[in-house]
T-cell receptor, first 115, second 112 residues
Framework: SAVISQKPSRDICQRGTSLTIQCQVD?????MFWYRQQPGQSLTLIAT?????????ESGFVIDKFPISRPNLTFSTLTVSNLSPEDSSIYLC????????????FGPGTRLTVL | GENVEQHPSTLSVQEGDSAVIKCTYS??????FPWYKQELGKGPQLIID???NVGEKKDQRIAVTLNKTAKHFSLHITETQPEDSAVYFC???????????WGAGTKLIIKP
């Protein structure tokens, strides 16, 4: 499987600011996803990042709060906007390699704390 | 929609013993069932997966069994070692080809 990196690995942000998280893969992938994992909880899918078009958001997540870009097949960003303490979570990027495949591989995650 | 229940939430076993984690799913159309291991401070790591046309799959000390009739699948770890301590998540495919529905996780503690 490819190497997936995320930047930053962790950050502490002030309420009302925004944080942009980068996900970089060392080979081309078809699918890229963004998840949120609240402390001690399971994974919740935020959106599917689509290359060259708007991301597909899951119920409860909106583009204004979680804008996503995917300019090519190896890179995506997730921005968490207008931060509040409730946004404190781990944000995870995952990838899938081929159309129709359901196997996902995860990056190391970004731990966000909002004060 | 699909719902995945995972039990137990915490499992403590003696080193060298076996551990079993069970998940049940609700959608009979689900056809892919992965298991992930998440160590503290790391992203989930795929450790084994099974598809609906297979009843059992093994990889060294790890095995997964699937009972489609009962709609449950289980992770079996034999000869547990301290490095097996982690949180384990099961998942099942949802309404779309790429959507995974996740269990709540099981914290596995290996006692020396």
């Amino acid at each position: 499987s490819a190497v997936i990196s995320q930047k930053p690995s962790r950050d502490i942000c002030q309420r009302g600011t925004s944080l942009t998280i980068q996900c970089q893969v060392d080979s081309q992938v078809t699918m890229m996803f963004w998840y949120r994992q609240q402390p001690g909880q399971s994974l919740t899918l935020i959106a599917t990042a689509n290359q060259g078009s708007e991301a597909t958001y899951e119920s409860g997540f909106v583009i204004d709060k979680f804008p996503i870009s995917r300019p090519n097949l190896t890179f995506s960003t997730l921005t968490v906007s207008n931060l509040s303490p409730e946004d404190s979570s781990i944000y995870l990027c995952s990838v899938g390699y081929a159309p129709g495949t359901d196997t996902q591989y995860f990056g190391p995650g970004t731990r966000l704390t909002v004060l | 929609g699909e719902n995945v229940e995972q039990h137990p939430s915490t499992l403590s076993v003696q080193e060298g013993d076996s551990a079993v984690i069970k998940c049940t799913y609700s959608d009979s159309a689900s056809n892919y069932f992965p298991w992930y291991k998440q160590e503290l401070g790391k992203g989930p790591q795929l450790i084994i997966d099974i598809r609906s046309n297979v009843g059992e799959k093994k990889d060294q000390r790890i095995a997964v069994t699937l009972n489609k009739t009962a709609k449950h699948f289980s992770l079996h770890i034999t000869e547990t070692q301290p490095e097996d301590s982690a949180v384990y998540f099961c998942a099942a495919t949802g309404d779309s080809n790429y959507q995974l529905i996740w269990g709540a996780g099981t914290k596995l503690i290996i006692k020396p």
